[in-house]
Nanobody
Framework: QVQPVESGGGLVQPGGSLRLSCAASSSLFTIYRLAWYRQAPGKQRETVAQINRTGGTDYVDSVKGRFTISRDNAEKRIYLHLNSLKPEDTAVYYC????????WGPGTQVTVSS
């Protein structure tokens, strides 16, 4: 069973950058459509960015032009580069397949604050 593990979060000032990483060991990794999700306090979890098998990507409007999702099929990792961070990006970030069929990992906290 796949158990994703996210890392790379932290405290950053507005305008700063982070790179999130997710390890998800699965023999079927290459066929999954993958995504980064986030959940802010008091809000529902939302899909932030997604990437298909061939590298095609899509983003929620609020992060377009600032976040970049990528995948490394050989290493079975998913990445999310976060640039020009805003306080409203503060949330716990998770990776999962689409649909979210894996157990949820612990997530990684991103806090954007001055």
């Amino acid at each position: 069973q796949v158990q994703p593990v996210e890392s790379g979060g932290g405290l950053v000032q507005p305008g700063g950058s982070l790179r999130l990483s997710c390890a998800a060991s699965s023999s079927l990794f290459t066929i999954y459509r993958l995504a980064w999700y986030r959940q802010a306090p008091g809000k529902q979890r939302e899909t932030v960015a997604q990437i298909n098998r061939t590298g095609g990507t899509d983003y929620v409007d609020s992060v377009k032009g600032r976040f970049t999702i990528s995948r490394d099929n050989a290493e079975k990792r998913i990445y999310l580069h976060l640039n020009s961070l805003k306080p409203e990006d503060t949330a716990v970030y998770y990776c999962n397949a689409i649909p979210a069929s894996w157990p949820w990992g612990p997530g990684t906290q991103v806090t954007v604050s001055s």
